[in-house]
């Protein structure tokens, strides 16, 4: 953040709102402050958001350069508005409401692309998703930088990755800014290759791990849970959560919500094992219900009724699990292919 052009926003603490983006600091912006730290920001070259202070503070210069393009590709896609944070919020503060998505500054530099390739290929998914039809062309002007992920404020940047997709043939058109491009057949196909591959490693492949904390469990986690999940060849996926914090936070809704299904081990009887075996059940996941054979009696009278795996020791809880997983989730993808292979 430019410290002149923040000081200038500070300094309008008593204002509700403002016209300068805290993010590119142009006079372009619809910004509403109803407090001190809070920026809800509608800036017709970076998009829609919410960030704090603080966030703006810690935002170094190439991620406020990146953040447009991810903002850009949640808008295009329908996607709910990003709520940027320094540090991920209590739950229970419920700023900015479900309307967003909260992340913290760390989150977002993962969601830009890791590389060259990744870069053309979301750039492409977003050309088509503001195409209105196929075939029509897509006017792009200087604000539309944002739909090219690019990760500086050159210009040129933008340019070279529009050559490389008119050069691999995906679309068409005169490579300068403003100018109109059309995707053409072989750009359509190659975003319904990619959005296939999307769909299939997204949740295919992890498995969610409900269960209590404690250095008791920590064998039953590692050497029976774990390993019987990962070979079966999901990826098991466990949210370290204090004990003393009771809370089901974003990060496990999120995990829950990509997982294919998920173990939920009742030993201990944690109200936080219950709420995610639940919610994963609404979402129609498959959920694997464990529980040490001396604390079957205090499974909670209403969720008796579903069949639990009943073991002694880890060895027991692996054994009986890893034949679970075979017998009732279907192999993925690219385990069976291997199987195959190796049969
Ligand atoms: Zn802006």
Redesign the pocket.
Known sequence: MDAFVLKKIHDMKGRKTLNI?P??C?EN?DVNKPNYDDFY?H?S??GSFFITSTALVNLEQHLRNKL?SIIRERAVKGMSRLAIFSERPRLEENRVGSYYRVVTLEEVEDMFPKNISERIDRTLINLTSITAYPGSKIKIETSDKNLFFTESNDGMETLFLMEQLVNDGYVIGHVKIPTELKVTVKGWNSVSELQRKEEDSKGSKQAFIAMWFSSEMDAAAEQGIKKAISDCGYNPVRIDQKEHNNKIDDEIIAEIKQSNFVIADFTGQRGGVYFEAGYAMGLGKPVIWTVRSDDLTNVHFDTRQYAHIVWNDTEDLYQKLFNRIKATIATPSIGAHAEKESI
């Open positions: 983006c993010l590119c142009r912006a920001v800036c070259f970076c447009p």
